[in-house]
């Protein structure tokens, strides 16, 4: 119930975050959702959208049977001091025995802009990994993070932030605990058509600490859809009993931009 609560207050956040700006037109107030070009004119006064979604399968038959699903959509809003982001990530593994992997992600992310290299942020994620140990996972977050280097071809961000980390067992028991993370991504775009991106980011508990990176080379086929590979490293320092303490994935999705 409690993952249930999270789940929705986060979502309600989103929605009623990232509605566009009341501004006055002709002496009448109506809502506006304004152009990159508008924005160019009066940065005060905007709120666009983009949209990512990303599709991966692959099936084999003959002598081995699997079967793996990977599905994810991001949606993202600026609008004037404010960047707001929701990420909802599904992956499904089976073989002829069953199923081998199955996990459900959301990410909820606000960022506050300070100025052009600097901002605040607060950060809900929701976990729930069948073959983790536990039930579910979740974390909120506030902190701090700053642009290091921003140019046409390089973007480094890195951020710091403190809060508190949920673990749900799966015998009904939950654990909580103060966290400290640390994180940093990168973006190089190599060529026109080329991007090479990695997201690490470290949760450091009064129990454990769990470390996240992903590293993904994205490449454009046109103007709304890429192809992506993306290798995916998870490590905990304290797993429960007959669970691995590391995972690692490979896959190849198609991305399709609006």
Known sequence: MRS?????????FFVFNTQAEDVTVNGSTDTVVA??????VNDALFSIWTS????????TTGNTETESLN????????????EHSLKLASVRSSDSLGTTAER??????????LNKSSYLFDRLQYENDRFSGYDYQASEVLGYGRHLVTNETFKLNAEVGVGVRQNALENGATQSEAIVIIASDFEWKISPSATLSEDLTIDIGDDRTISKSITA????????????ITYTVRS???????????????AATLVYTF
């Open 71 to 82: 599905l994810k959509l991001a949606v993202d809003n600026k609008r004037k001091n404010w």
């Open 236 to 250: 905990a320092s304290e797993v429960p009993v007959g669970t691995k303490k590391t995972d690692t994935e490979l």
């Open 104 to 113: 459900y992600l959301i990410l909820i992310k606000s960022q506050y802009i």
């Open 35 to 40: 152009s990159p070009d508008t924005v160019a």
């Open 52 to 59: 990512e979604a990303e599709l991966g399968f692959v099936q």
């Open 4 to 12: 249930i609560k999270f789940v929705f207050y986060g979502l309600l």
């Open 217 to 228: 080379l994205t490449t454009k086929i046109n103007s709304s859809l890429s192809s992506k």
